[in-house]
């Protein structure tokens, strides 16, 4: 099943939200950021709130959302914003909208702040103003939500921003960084190690990755230890890479020990690759379980063991791991562990293809061309190859390509 190679590409998925230079993602819209619960007041009206707005049962989230909003819970302000930014239950209303984001924003809610940014980068609700956008933005970044980066990132490159206005955004960092404000001195670091707004220069952003991580922040020091890994910027060094995760890890941030597993699993040290994957596992990382079962699924470190394997890719895919689901899939597929079972395979694979895995597309395609489980079919077998190629997610993407290829070569 290309174990190592599987792992690896989920654990450059996993770094991609800590590499700054690796490129950063499109702005978000407006009402498209995660709700999430907080330590607010009036939380329990929040989270049943959150509730029923999952259900979509809109008309009751927004009164609980009212309540909540009006004992001062900027949460709940920021989700009224969003109703009416998605026109969800009421008319689309962009003017609300903003408003609504205003109050959060003025709470202190750096969500709300990035989506007020998006309407007057936009213009809708408000007069378009790219300054006081990233104005708004810059707010959000040195409040904590890293996504206003990549908006800043974008708006720089905007013929309407102008050098009066990046000087304004960097200074509004300066001060903040000058506060000890971790979040502002990593903001630097970014801007400074993608050049957004400033000259690009390394050594400056790894000078205020540096200032941030002695400061707390544990994306500095997820930033610090992937820059090291790869050399980016900098020359390879393995023990400065293990240096700064092993800090993030010390506070108990899963996603570096998921990170020091993989680091030991190219240095073939199964046994730390082990150790670290169960840190991360036990605090409820999904990736980090499907590595455990991963290491009892090839016999790395541990005896070969199927049925633990498959235990813990259970585990993983409860918690929405697509990866986990394909593996499932496969041990169903060749009866590893379990009884061959076609059927269950192609339910495991179908489950992972939702979560898009590409891999798992393929997969489903190969048991329609071979007729396993179900009839042959090959306009359906190359319907799910085609769709994994278009994902250009490795492997997955690749061998669809490499399928079709030889179908194709084939006359089929």
Request: glycine fraction near 10%; proline fraction near 2%; aromatic fraction near 12%.
């Amino acid at each position: 099943m290309a174990r190592t190679m599987r792992n690896w590409r989920n654990w450059l998925c996993a770094t991609v939200a800590t590499l700054p230079l690796l490129g950063v993602g499109l702005p978000l819209s407006a009402g498209n950021t995660p709700r999430q619960a907080h330590a607010l007041p009036d939380a329990s009206d929040y989270r049943l709130g959150l509730t029923l707005d999952s259900e979509g049962k809109y008309a009751l989230s927004r009164k609980a959302w009212k309540k909540a909003a009006s004992a001062g819970n900027s949460a709940a302000m920021r989700g009224l914003g969003d109703f009416y930014a998605k026109g969800q239950g009421v008319p689309l209303d962009f003017q609300q909208a903003a408003a609504w984001y205003r109050k959060a924003a003025s709470a202190g809610d750096a969500i709300a702040m990035l989506e007020l940014g998006v309407l007057y980068e936009r213009g809708r609700g408000v007069k378009r103003d790219i300054a006081i956008a990233a104005g708004w933005y810059a707010r959000s970044a040195i409040a904590g939500d890293f996504h206003a980066l990549n908006n800043i990132y974008s708006l720089g490159k905007e013929k309407g921003f102008t050098s009066q206005d990046c000087e304004s955004v960097l200074r509004r960092f300066e001060r903040a960084a000058a506060s000890s404000n971790a979040n502002a001195m990593y903001d630097l670091g970014f801007l400074y190690g993608n050049g957004a707004l400033v000259a690009f220069n390394i050594r400056r952003a790894f000078l205020w990755w540096r200032k941030a991580a002695a400061a707390g922040s544990v994306r500095a020091m997820l930033t610090l230890g992937v820059t090291y890994r790869f050399g980016l910027g900098v020359k390879p060094n393995a023990n400065e890479a293990i240096k700064w995760f092993r800090h993030a890890a010390a506070v108990g941030n899963s996603q570096a020990m998921e990170m020091l597993a993989q680091l030991f699993m190219t240095e073939h040290k199964f046994r730390a690759t082990m150790r670290w994957y169960s840190r991360a596992a036990k605090r409820g990382d999904a990736s980090a379980m499907e590595g455990v079962g991963d290491l009892y699924d090839s016999g790395m470190g541990v005896p070969r063991n199927y049925r633990t394997a498959i235990e813990w890719y259970r585990k993983a895919a409860a918690r929405g791991d697509a990866v986990a689901m394909d593996y499932l899939g496969s041990h169903y597929r060749s009866g590893w562990g379990v009884a061959q079972d076609y059927g269950k395979a192609m339910l495991w694979y179908k489950k992972a293809a939702v979560a898009g895995d590409a891999l798992a597309m393929v997969n489903i395609g190969l048991l329609y061309e071979h007729g396993m489980g179900v009839q042959a079919s090959y306009h359906r077998a190359i319907a799910w190859f085609r769709k994994a190629a278009a994902l250009r997610s490795p492997p997955g993407s690749f061998v669809a390509k490499r399928i079709l290829a030889k179908l194709k070569s084939e006359g089929k």
